[in-house]
């Protein structure tokens, strides 16, 4: 089982909000990792979002909208990106990452997002 | 303004090697790890590992230990990814990326080499 598991595909309409949800592995608890985020439009590298551990620590990208957030849901064992306000632009994969027993970085597979 | 310039891309056979750069300019490169991750063909990211320009330091993901090297010259503010015995699997987009420290953001990318292995 991947260390973290992202649903491959979502889509939304504009204007309407987005979910993406980055769970991490069974016995790898959420609330002790900060999630990171990244978005990667076709053809582009990567842009660094946001982080999220806790409302007391996250971090937003430089020059990221406020309409990106983060979060999580310990009862899913997940953490959460959040798009409000989506427009066509946003169309792009997102793939979270954690730093991983302080040895390494893990990214998950990647959601790609469609707005139709 | 900060950025990571990469070499252009390769195509090598299989079982030769690839050594891939990256140069910094616009901050003290000194300053920040320098990661490198690869994405496969229609993929996604995979982190290699990172190296401290600093000391020099490195660490590597499991996978790559044994097959990768990562060195930097400090002199010219550039970074360096050796991948040694490359297989037809290895043909990747490899991108450069800084983080400030080891486990925090990586939060400037470069645009990415792209190597291709072919016989």
């Known amino acids: 089982q991947p260390v973290l598991t992202q649903p491959t595909s979502l889509s939304a309409s504009p204007g309407a909000s987005a979910r993406f949800t980055c769970t991490l592995r069974?016995?790898?608890?959420?609330?002790?990792?900060?999630i990171y985020w990244y978005q990667q439009k076709p053809g582009s590298l990567p842009r660094y979002l946001l982080r999220?551990?806790?409302?007391?620590?996250?971090?937003?990208g430089s020059g990221v909208p406020s309409r990106f957030s983060g979060s999580k849901d310990a009862s899913t064992n997940a953490g959460l990106l959040l798009i409000s306000g989506l427009q066509s632009e946003d169309e792009a994969d997102y793939y979270c990452?954690?730093?991983?027993?302080?040895?390494?970085?893990?990214f998950g597979g990647g959601t790609k997002l469609t707005v139709l | 303004q900060v950025q990571l310039v990469q070499s252009g891309a390769e195509v090598k056979k299989p079982g030769a090697s690839v050594k891939v750069s990256c140069k910094a300019s616009?901050?003290?490169?000194?300053?920040?790890?320098m990661h490198w991750v690869r994405q496969a063909p229609g993929q996604g990211l995979e982190w290699m590992g990172w190296?401290?320009?600093?000391?020099?330091?490195?660490n590597y993901a499991q996978k790559f230990q044994g097959w990768v090297t990562m060195t930097r010259d400090t002199s010219i503010s550039t970074a360096y990814m050796e991948l040694s015995r490359l297989r037809s699997d290895d043909t990747a987009v490899y991108y450069c990326?800084?983080?400030?420290?080891?486990?925090?953001?990586?939060?400037?990318w470069g645009k990415g080499t792209t190597v291709t292995v072919s016989s």
């Open positions: 990326a800084r983080s400030v420290s080891s486990s925090s953001s990586m939060d400037v």
């Open positions: 616009g901050y003290t490169f000194t300053g920040y790890y």
């Open positions: 190296i401290n320009p600093n000391s020099g330091g490195t």
């Open positions: 069974s016995g790898i608890n959420v609330g002790t990792y900060r």
């Open positions: 999220y551990k806790s409302d007391s620590d996250k971090q937003q």
């Open positions: 990452a954690i730093w991983y027993s302080s040895t390494n970085w893990v």
